[in-house]
Structure formats: structure tokens, C-alpha cells
């Protein structure tokens, strides 16, 4: 047996003392509408929607990937190197030692299609053993895609302009043949189809959108068909009707603002009913929620549920809203509520 746990000395820092990324770019977006698709210099990339991450190229070892997300576990880092069923494959030639590469993870299914991301988040915050149970179990896997580099051979190249990177993430995946990019177009053909395809819902992988790199830039722009926002659940509101028993929508409000609007769609009668079986384990979780406006008050015009954010756990919630909701029988025939 050999511990190959990654500590705080040993896991922080990565190849010769180099630190491990502990945040992720915001990039820009534009509208769908102002998509080109005759841009020599634009380079388009299928949006896959996962948790971000780093993979570290150590030489004649197993990649490491670690999440950029805090931790206050003693190890200092949030490692997943070990809950990818295959990760014995990973290991890295020599040249690319000190190459680091920014990514997603995300759960597929035994035809290799994206799962939700809820049963995604279970099994990236799960341990080790339970997570790799629950791929068994489930016949999932823990899945990825590279699109960015941070370092070359232990070389800073995080703002370099994105033709270079490429030519890197090519040599890489070429060498390290588990890596691979997500669905690259560069002619105007292929971004015509893959935009189309997106656009459909006839993608494999994704129906969010594109990322456009310009080859002379460092930094990409999101172009997504559903524009969603993230939210702080602060309370739930019982169901009426068909949802009796169940939640009939979630209270939600922007980080920042005090408005709370509704979202009472988007929810499956499942997902409704887990929810009000135990409210207070949703309270101060933070959501995808899709809306068509976002007045300045903070509230959001006619929002549909999306899911549960995959990178964000609890927030601290002052006020909560939980109305009333079945708590379970209380005598004969009779229902309990509580608020």
C-alpha cells in the first residue's frame, strides 16, 4: 500500500513548489445573435457544464486533479484524482512534467451522456469509496474535457494568446490520449454545425451554448441559448393542488439583494417532494435558475428551475422563508405543519 494522499505541503504546492490554482476566470458572454461564424481568428468550443477543475501533469505519475474550491479539510486541498475509475491510465511522459491544464468534470451515463448535475455534485462531494460505489451502483462515470492551459513544462502561459495554448492542449492530448478537449470547430463549417447542433438539442454532450477563443486572446466569451443566473434558495412555499405534499416553489434572491421572488417551475414531482421531506437541507443552497429578465430590485421575470449548482454549497442565510410543508402524519388521517 503506498499514501498518496495529497497534504497541505505536499498537495497546495505541485510540481517544484509551483502552487495550485485556487480560482477560476469569470468569463464574458454575449447574446446567440451576435455569434460569427466567418471569423478566421475565432475558435469555437461546445460549453460542457461540469465543475471546474486542474489537472497537474507530474512526470512518470498519475495526473492529479484537484478542484480550485476552498476546502478546511487538514489535507489544504479538494482532490478528485481518485474517484476517476480509470485514473491508472493518466500518467504523464516526462516532457510535459509541470504542465497544468484547466478543465470540467462531469458524471455520464453507460451510453456517455451527460447525467444531471445534482447526481453529479453527489458524486464529486462524496469520499473516494463512496463515490466510485455509487458510479458502480449507478453505471456512471466521472468524465472530463481540457480547454485551457495555466502552465507549459512548469512556464506560466495562462495569458498567452489562446493559438499558442492550443498548439499545447493538441501536443498534450495527442501524448496523453485519456486527456481529451471538448468538440473544437474552426472552420466556418464546423462552427455553423456545432452551433446548429447545440441549438437543436442535438448535441451529445451539451445544450448550453458555445465558447468562442479568439486565437490572438488569451480569454474566452460564453455565448448560451438559456441564459441562467445564480441564486440563494431562502425558503420554500408548500404545494396546492396536484403538488399537495410536496413544495410548490422554492424562494429565491440574488447574492446581494433583498428581493425574493418565486420559482415555483421547472422542478420534477420527484425533486418537488425529496425538497419537502427536508426543507432546511435546501435553505442556503445556491441554484441555476433560467429567467427572461432580471429587474433592477433583484427580482427575476418568469424563472424556471434549472438545478442545483454543482460548485456552490451552503450560504449563510439570515432570514429564512419556509412557509409550511408536510412533516409527516400526525394521528390518524391527519397531516402536521409546521412554520
Known amino acids: 500500500l503506498y499514501n498518496i494522499t495529497s497534504t497541505a505541503q505536499s498537495g497546495v504546492r505541485g510540481y517544484k513548489g509551483q502552487p495550485i490554482p485556487n480560482a477560476k476566470p469569470n468569463y464574458k458572454e454575449q447574446t446567440t445573435d451576435r455569434v460569427k461564424f466567418d471569423d478566421p481568428n475565432e475558435i469555437h468550443q461546445a460549453k460542457i457544464d461540469g465543475a471546474h477543475v486542474t489537472f497537474h501533469l507530474l512526470p512518470d505519475k498519475h495526473v492529479k486533479v484537484f478542484s480550485y474550491r476552498p476546502t478546511e479539510r487538514s489535507t489544504g486541498v479538494l482532490e478528485h484524482t481518485h474517484k476517476l475509475t480509470d485514473y491508472r491510465t493518466l500518467k504523464t511522459p516526462k516532457e510535459l512534467a509541470g504542465t497544468v491544464l484547466r478543465g470540467e468534470l462531469y458524471g455520464v451515463d453507460s451510453q456517455g451522456k451527460p447525467i444531471p448535475a445534482e447526481a453529479t455534485g453527489g458524486l464529486l462531494n462524496a469520499s473516494v469509496w463512496n463515490s466510485r460505489q455509487k458510479q458502480q451502483d449507478t453505471g456512471t462515470k466521472l468524465d472530463h474535457v481540457v480547454f485551457d492551459v495555466v502552465r507549459y513544462r512548469g512556464i506560466p502561459v495562462e495569458h498567452e494568446p489562446y493559438e499558442r495554448k492550443l498548439a499545447i492542449l493538441k501536443e498534450v492530448t495527442n501524448k496523453v490520449p485519456f486527456l481529451k478537449m471538448p ?131 451552503k450560504q449563510e442565510v439570515v432570514d429564512t422563508h419556509i412557509h409550511a410543508f408536510v412533516t409527516g402524519p400526525a394521528g390518524a388521517g391527519k397531516t402536521t405543519y409546521v412554520k
Open 183 to 313: 468538440p473544437t470547430a474552426e472552420t466556418t463549417e464546423d462552427k455553423t454545425k456545432l452551433f446548429a447542433d447545440i441549438q437543436a438539442g442535438k448535441h451529445p454532450l451539451t445544450s448550453e451554448g458555445i465558447v468562442i477563443w479568439k486565437r490572438d486572446s488569451g480569454r474566452p466569451t460564453k455565448a448560451k441559448f438559456r441564459p441562467d443566473v445564480d441564486v440563494e434558495i431562502v425558503g420554500v412555499t408548500p404545494g396546492k393542488g396536484k403538488h399537495v405534499g410536496a413544495i410548490g416553489a422554492l424562494q429565491v434572491r440574488l447574492p446581494g439583494k433583498d428581493a425574493i421572488t418565486n420559482v415555483g417551475t421547472g422542478f420534477s414531482d420527484e425533486l418537488r417532494r425529496t425538497i419537502a421531506a427536508d426543507p432546511q437541507a435546501y435553505v442556503g443552497r445556491v441554484a441555476k435558475v433560467r429567467t427572461m429578465q432580471v429587474f433592477p430590485s433583484g427580482r427575476l421575470r418568469a424563472p424556471s428551475f434549472a438545478e442545483f449548482h454543482i460548485e456552490k454549497g
